[in-house]
């Protein structure tokens, strides 16, 4: 069983620069979640999809979007890069949108100069 | 809105004592309660949740945590610690509802373990 996998591993990206973050969920999971960590501080939830449609948010910005394809694959898009932004960005995927928990993939570094 | 609140940002323990992480949080009606691991430059891994029933929750690796509703609590706990266990650990809560799981997670605790 494969898990969930995300690419690439690093970035490095200037200031109003836009990015695409990609995540392959585990093998069966039908719902992904992204979350942005910033340097010494907990996740912070963006937003999950389920099933290809959006599931709920977090407290970012539109510049901030997502989507999710047939096979449950997911990609987070990132307009207007701000040097705030520059954090680890980690996808997580679960058998579902209720209780089922949730497995993380090993991030994304984005450095925003 | 929901909270989770992890009082310690560091805890120092000596190899064989036992550790203890602790974490309270708020959120409206009954909640779910996870803990992670988070290695340098890896993701989070699932050490174990609480849904319903045992307050006390066996997870992986030897940890176990207590979930204590009056005093919304939910502490990780490990008897004998292990070199290996120094990492970030993070607290999270999710409520019960009908759609979505977003994790709400704390600020997280480094805890060190000294041979």
């Known amino acids: 069983e494969t898990g969930v996998t995300q690419s690439p591993t690093h970035l490095i990206k200037t200031r109003g620069q836009q990015v695409t973050l990609r995540c392959s969920s585990q093998?069966?999971?039908?719902?992904v979640s992204w979350y942005q960590q910033a340097l010494g501080q907990g996740p912070q939830f963006i937003f999950q999809?389920?099933?290809?449609?959006?599931?709920g948010r977090g407290n970012f910005p539109p510049r901030f979007s997502g989507l999710q394809f047939p096979n449950y694959s997911s990609e987070l898009n990132v307009n207007a890069l701000e040097l705030d932004d520059s954090a680890l960005y980690l996808c997580a995927s679960s058998l579902g949108a209720g209780q089922e928990t949730q497995y993380f993939g090993p991030g994304t570094r984005l450095l925003v100069l | 809105a929901q909270s989770v609140a992890q009082p310690e940002d560091q805890v120092n323990v000596a190899e064989g004592n036992p550790l203890t992480v602790k974490c309270t949080y708020s959120?409206?009606?009954?909640?779910?309660l996870f803990w992670y691991v988070q290695y340098p430059n890896r993701g989070l891994q699932f050490l174990l949740k609480?849904?319903?029933?045992?307050?006390l929750v066996k997870g992986s690796y030897g940890f176990e945590a207590e979930f204590n509703k009056s005093q919304t609590s939910f502490h990780l706990k490990k008897p004998s610690a292990l070199v290996s266990d120094s990492a970030l650990y993070f607290c999270a809560v999710s409520p019960i509802k009908a759609a979505g799981n977003k994790l709400t997670f704390g600020g997280g605790t480094r805890v060190l373990v000294k041979p």
């Open positions: 609480y849904i319903t029933g045992d307050n």
């Open positions: 093998s069966g999971h039908n719902t």
């Open positions: 999809y389920y099933r290809e449609e959006e599931n």
């Open positions: 959120v409206s009606g009954n909640p779910y």
